[in-house]
């Protein structure tokens, strides 16, 4: 049995990796900032060892390593803002990543960096399962910044493993997700008519990646720690889908809005709504990129695979989105 501090246990990631370390008997300890429980990806109340509260920004998280000794700290706390100010960025992702390696040395534990497999930036083709290398060019002030928060990591002189989620949404075979991510906007503002016009390059790939692969995988990243401590991992799709499928997926429901395709070079984006406008700005290049992350450390080092990041697993997230009412619900069949 392991004992795991898991930072930012509250989020999206963190509360269903610490859902199924407990599960499987593991002694948790979830770090919260706000929120008063930690759930799981389907909403239940997860029964942690122990609950802290605990600030990245704070020298060692504000906690106390003595007290709260653990075999590996999994690192999931994070600002996921992508056009946040670059010093509040460093803040967060650069030195709260400092202040939580100090914390798993004075705790006496090995550290699981949970990162982004789009440390990437704008590199196109294979990515390689490495560290970036000096001079690579990122899309936003985010992405720049968990490179940073990388590079801490493998300079720590701690033992570590950086895992690299890539897009993540629901639950493959079920689709749930307990609260979607900002990128899941883009298929709301299609969905109601804010997007009519979709820019997508063609050839551009979107990796989408189940949040059970997601969460599993850094699960057994812990488990197997000492056999994974200085590899990079990528969690990310079987293969990755063409960057127009989510205007494809909005368009195989009848009842909703259907966006057009177009090409980005070709394209105004002053003729959008404003909302619109903004949404792109943030999340334009996703949609004109084209990186295949090689993802073959999960497998060899836990034995997990991917399940498909296909169209069918897509229309379930959709349809998941229905009973929400993140979208808009099909209207009630007539008899």
Not at 118 to 131: H, N, R, S, T
Not at 169 to 190: E, K, Q
Not at 206 to 217: F, K, N, R, T, Y
Not at 284 to 303: M, Q, V
Request: proline share 8%.
């Amino acid at each position: 049995m392991l004992t795991v501090l898991v930072t930012g246990a509250a989020g999206l990631i963190g509360g269903e990796v610490c859902a199924r370390l407990a599960a499987r008997g593991h002694r948790v300890i979830g770090m919260v900032r706000r929120r008063a429980e930690v759930l799981g990806n389907d909403g239940a109340p997860v029964p942690l060892a122990r609950m802290v509260s605990g600030d990245v920004t704070l020298p060692l998280m504000g906690l106390n390593p003595v007290e709260l000794r653990c075999d590996v700290v999994i690192h999931c706390a994070a600002s996921l803002v992508f056009d946040a100010p670059e010093p509040e960025l460093e803040a967060i992702n650069v030195e709260g990543t400092r202040n939580a390696l100090a914390f798993a040395q004075a705790a006496g534990a090995g550290f699981l960096h949970v990162s982004t497999a789009y440390v990437c930036g704008l590199e196109q083709g294979a990515i390689a399962e490495a560290p970036v290398p000096p001079g690579r060019q990122f899309a936003n002030n985010y992405e720049a910044s968990k490179a940073r928060g990388e590079a801490v990591v493998e300079q720590s002189g701690l033992s570590f493993v950086i895992a690299r989620p890539s897009i993540v949404l629901g639950d493959h075979a079920s689709g749930t997700i307990r609260d979607f991510p900002t990128l899941c906007n883009v298929f709301r503002l299609m969905a109601r008519g804010r997007l009519p016009l979709f820019p997508a390059l063609e050839g551009a790939t979107l990796d989408l990646v189940p949040i059970c692969h997601v969460a599993e995988g850094i699960a057994r990243l812990a488990e197997h720690f000492d056999t994974a401590q200085g590899h990079h991992v990528h969690l990310s799709a079987d293969s990755p889908l063409p960057a127009r499928a989510l205007a494809d997926a909005v368009c195989r429901q009848p009842h909703l809005q259907h966006p057009e395709v177009v090409d980005p070079t070709q394209f105004d984006i002053a003729a959008l709504p404003r909302v619109a406008q903004a949404m792109l700005a943030t999340y334009g290049s996703y949609f004109t990129r084209d990186p295949r992350f090689e993802a073959g450390n999960i497998e060899r080092l836990t034995g997990l695979t991917c399940p498909p990041a296909d169209a069918a697993w897509i229309d379930r997230l959709v349809a998941y989105a229905f009973t929400r009412d993140y979208l808009p619900s099909p209207p009630p069949n007539k008899v």
